[in-house]
């Protein structure tokens, strides 16, 4: 994880995961917009698949867009993307936050 965090530091200027002193932490709206922002860029220093960062960036997106959306089509884009995530992955439990997404839309 520290090297993660210096790597982004390095090479983004981005501070990950950083507690800061009664505020939680660095991870705010503007550090998940960058991270996202540069797919190729947070998947080498990560080590996760590229179109995994992408899949996730355009989830995040549609959830946030207030626009009408194919409610049939994003849900299978979702579901798609869990099961990405669960078969590459399989050794890092999903994260609480991206199951209550795939609960929200299946719901």
């Given at each position: ?25 660095t991870?705010?709206g ?34 946030s867009?207030g ?11 979702c579901?798609e ?6 078969a590459e ?9 991206v199951?209550?997404?795939?609960f929200?839309?299946n719901?």
């Amino acid at each position: 994880m520290r090297r993660i965090q210096e790597q982004f530091r390095s090479e983004t200027g981005l501070l990950i995961d950083i507690v800061k002193q009664g505020h939680g932490t660095t991870n705010d709206g503007n550090t998940a917009r960058r991270f996202f922002s540069d797919p190729e860029k947070a998947a080498n220093i990560t080590g996760l698949k590229k179109e995994l960062i992408e899949r996730c960036a355009t989830i995040l997106r549609v959830l946030s867009c207030g626009y009408e959306i194919d409610v049939d089509a994003f849900r299978k884009f979702c579901l798609e993307t869990a099961r990405s995530y669960v078969a590459e992955y399989q050794w890092y439990p999903m994260p609480p936050a991206v199951h209550k997404v795939n609960f929200t839309v299946n719901s």
